[in-house]
């Protein structure tokens, strides 16, 4: 095989590991449960990406792993209860507008306050360890509990319901196969904002300059950019997107708590080492590989799950040990 | 060396450090209005570090660095370059995730690219044209230093600092960057250059600051220093001197 044959099955092995995945569950599991495991793992890699994608920006271009990204996540889900309560009559209502208005106003709100929140966390915290890694780790672990503390202080230690629109409750039959219609929700908004991240990144002039400072943030200021701006920008959008997600995934579950944000720090971070840090077409594929092998797996051996997704990470860091897509050497 | 008119960039006594190691211990020089002027000096001398300090990149301790009358020592990164200077890093800075006229767009103005700048920076470098919408990553090293200084130059700039062009590049490689420069010296663009390539260096240059050490230990014409083999020796040792 000659190298530039190697070098091109390199470059597409990654994008063809999604399509395996799926083809490979299907004579395991059998195509009645595939369908609808399919479309699970599918919606909860979306909702994953939705938290994932944030982090992995703000790891890229500003070399912070926010540890206290978690806690957004449960802003959004209560920003979410507490405006969802009094819109409890539209959300009651047989009518598919008023739910979807409903959810549309929650989502904004949960974006709003996470990203204002992202926005005093990057001032207040962030700003102060900028360029120092164990002081990062320190403060935003320490800074998740203290958001989590004043969280329950707020809404108290109970977890709170957080009931599906009527219109989105129940399933939909694809042949033999139920899905529940919520997924179905949850995927069109997830697949709605991995598009519009994209359409932002590719078509937009802030877009190139937050993907060309990933790559090299030295070199994006000498071409004129203030990339302290920049830095609050994707901070914020990060963690609003975390509200979103948080919102989201709340919503699937039906209840909140406090800790919402830390069951699904461990699968967001398995999503940026294997996409490769910085990197979000590989946050997403990532995120999509995850949700597939634990529905997957969780169907097949279901003791499995969990580290289903570990011994994903370990080969594919075997196999890439930067990850899928990763950014280029930098800083 | 220079009248105080044609100056466009000065150094005066510049310090910089690097940590706790001062790396410039007073390094003074002057570009001249629409001259090439040459860096010199053995690795080591310093003159990395004087490019990255005049950019901001790296911040003088000691010493003031004047851009047309303006002092800039203290301006942050962003606004040197929006005062007309453009940067080409020895590693090029070039975007390999980002296609070539995504990095060259990024060096625009908010109208985006101007016609008769893209034209120029297209003729001057046609093998950017071919790869227009490649990954800058795929390019060779000799295409992306051309997509480097075609990006320095897609809008009008005042100042170019540009950091050993020519190194690691094929022979062919180099006429065809010494060509670009000479296009952009008979065009009247100030530039301030480093170079490792004494014969790039007599071909382009009007001037010539050669440090050591962090010092600047001579400035003067390029051509003098080119003819006078005993200063070369001096200043540079042999083996930059007799490099070619």
């Known amino acids: 095989m000659s190298r530039q044959w190697i070098g091109q099955l390199n470059r597409w092995a990654p994008y063809a590991l999604t399509p395996l995945v799926v083809v490979a569950a299907l004579p395991a599991i059998g195509p009645g449960p595939w369908v609808t495991l399919t479309v699970a793992g599918l919606t909860m890699g979306v909702m994953l990406f939705m938290v994932a994608s944030g982090l992995t920006l703000i790891f890229g271009l500003m070399d912070v792993l926010n540890f206290a990204h978690a806690a957004f996540v449960a802003v959004g889900a209560y920003i979410a209860v507490t405006v969802l309560q009094p819109l409890a009559g539209w959300t009651n209502e047989l009518s598919m507008t008023l739910n979807l208005a409903a959810l549309l106003v929650a989502l904004v709100a949960a974006a709003a306050a996470s ?84 359409l932002f990144l590719t078509r937009t002039r802030l877009g190139l300059v937050v993907r060309a400072g990933v790559e090299d943030r030295e070199m994006i200021q000498a071409l004129g950019y203030h990339i302290r701006r920049v830095f609050i920008g994707v901070f914020m959008a990060g963690t609003a997107l975390a509200g979103m997600g948080g919102m989201m995934w709340a919503q699937y579950q039906a209840v909140v708590g406090s800790q919402i944000g830390d069951s699904m720090t461990i699968l967001v971070f398995i999503i940026l080492i294997i996409g490769g840090l910085g990197s979000v077409g590989g946050c997403f594929i990532g995120a999509i590989l995850v949700g597939l092998t634990s529905n997957y797996v969780g169907f097949l051996a279901p003791k499995l799950a969990l580290g289903s997704n570990i011994l994903l990470m370990a080969l594919i860091l075997l196999w890439q040990p930067r990850g899928l897509f990763p950014i280029t050497e930098h800083h | 060396m220079t009248n105080a008119d044609d100056t466009l960039l000065r150094l005066d006594g510049v310090f910089t450090n690097i940590g706790r190691y001062r790396i410039l211990h007073g390094v003074s020089l002057a570009a001249r209005r ?205 083996s930059m001197a007799d490099s070619v």
């Open chain 2, 34 to 238: 629409g001259r090439v002027t040459m860096l010199l000096g053995r690795n080591g001398a310093g003159k990395t570090t004087t490019l990255r300090t005049i950019m901001g990149l790296w911040k003088a301790r000691l010493g003031k660095i004047i851009f047309d009358g303006q002092p800039i020592t203290a301006l942050d990164t962003p606004h040197i370059a929006r005062l007309g200077i453009a940067y080409v890093p020895e590693n090029m800075g070039i975007f390999g995730k980002l296609t070539v006229r995504e990095n060259m767009l990024l060096a625009t103005g908010r109208r985006g690219f101007d016609p008769q700048h893209l034209e120029r920076a297209l003729e001057s470098f046609p093998a950017l044209k071919m790869k227009w919408e490649s990954p800058a990553g795929s390019l060779s090293g000799g295409q992306k230093q051309m997509l480097a200084i075609g990006r320095a130059i897609i809008e009008q700039r005042r100042l170019l600092l540009i950091d050993e062009p020519t190194k690691g590049l094929s022979p062919a490689m180099v006429d065809q960057l010494v060509e670009a420069l000479l296009r952009l010296k008979r065009e009247h663009t100030t530039i301030l250059l480093v170079e490792q390539n004494f014969r790039v260096a007599e071909a382009v240059g009007d001037d010539v600051a050669v440090m050591d050490e962090g010092h600047t230990i001579h400035t003067g014409d390029m051509m003098a220093l080119g003819a006078n083999h005993g200063l070369q020796h001096r200043l540079l040792g042999l």
């Open chain 1, 115 to 198: 990203g204002a929140l992202g926005f005093v966390f990057e001032r207040v915290v962030i700003r102060q360890v900028y360029g120092a890694p164990l002081r990062q780790i320190l403060i935003t672990i320490g800074a998740l509990t203290v958001i989590e503390q004043l969280v329950i202080a707020i809404w108290g230690p109970q977890a709170l319901p957080l009931p599906k629109p009527v219109m989105l409750r129940g399933s939909v039959f694809i042949g033999s196969s139920s899905i529940e219609t919520y997924r179905l929700f949850a995927l069109c908004v997830g697949l709605a904002v991995a598009l519009a991240m994209h």
